[in-house]
Antibody, heavy 124, light 107 residues
Framework: QLQLQESGPGLVKPSETLSLTCSVSGGSIRSGTDYWGWVRQSPGKGLEWIGSLYFGGSPYYNPSLRSRVTISGDTSKNQFSLKLTSLTAADTAVYYC????????????????WGRGTMVTVSS | EIVMTQSPATLSVSPGERATLSCRASQPLNSHLAWYQQKPGRAPRLLFYGASTRATGIPARFSASGSGTEFTLTIGSLQSEDFAVYYCQQYHAWPWTFGQGTKVENK
């Protein structure tokens, strides 16, 4: 059974860079979907899609974060990563990695498998 | 960007009652819509995709419908484990966007 696990620092200072990794087990990162994604949730708030890794081309990013975010994949380690630069308190959130599945029309986007999430606090 | 608007923000329902949640998109989605359930401290759980296709393991008391810009999630007879926050999400166009959520609480 496919499982995802986020890892990274729980506390990061303002202006620094956040690096998170999502380890995929129970399946290959190169099979079943090409759009592995990151979603975050600020405390008490809703869900925000950050971006998706696309092995068939360039990653897709939320325009609100595009200037600060990089998502990449490492097939040798069966994992993908998120980097977010120039952090502020507004980036404090639970960060989830997730796998989208295709619907009957072949559109990917509904996240059927999620990691447990990792809480990241931006504070000095 | 497609804006997703959910209503109501909070729905107070007694166990056994029916709950109806709405989601409206600012542009037509051609059924590229998903629904999620989230409980405190947990990751979201996929309920439906393709607007009305039930995800694996989702009980039959949950149903979803809609197309274009108007979508509905219905819980036929609310169980205690259904009290949670429900989100809709469009994946018709980048960036993928979520609604702000509807909290279903015990009346």
């Amino acid at each position: 059974q496919l499982q995802l696990q986020e890892s990274g620092p729980g506390l990061v200072k303002p202006s620094e860079t956040l690096s998170l990794t999502c380890s995929v087990s129970g399946g290959s990162i190169r099979s079943g979907t090409d759009y592995w994604g990151w979603v975050r949730q600020s405390p008490g708030k809703g869900l925000e899609w950050i971006g998706s890794l696309y092995f068939g081309g360039s990653p897709y990013y939320n325009p609100s974060l595009r200037s600060r975010v990089t998502i990449s994949g490492d097939t040798s380690k069966n994992q993908f990563s998120l980097k977010l630069t120039s952090l502020t308190a507004a980036d404090t959130a639970v960060y989830y990695c997730a796998r989208p599945q295709p619907d009957s029309s072949g559109y990917y986007g509904a996240f059927d498998i999620w990691g447990r999430g990792t809480m990241v606090t931006v504070s000095s | 960007e497609i804006v997703m608007t959910q209503s109501p923000a909070t729905l107070s329902v007694s166990p056994g009652e029916r709950a109806t949640l709405s989601c409206r998109a600012s542009q037509p989605l051609n059924s590229h819509l998903a629904w999620y359930q989230q409980k405190p401290g947990r990751a979201p759980r996929l309920l439906f995709y393709g607007a009305s296709t039930r995800a694996t393991g989702i009980p039959a008391r949950f149903s979803a419908s809609g197309s274009g810009t108007e979508f509905t999630l219905t819980i036929g007879s609310l169980q205690s484990e259904d009290f949670a926050v429900y989100y809709c999400q469009q994946y018709h166009a980048w960036p993928w966007t979520f609604g702000q959520g509807t909290k279903v609480e015990n009346k």
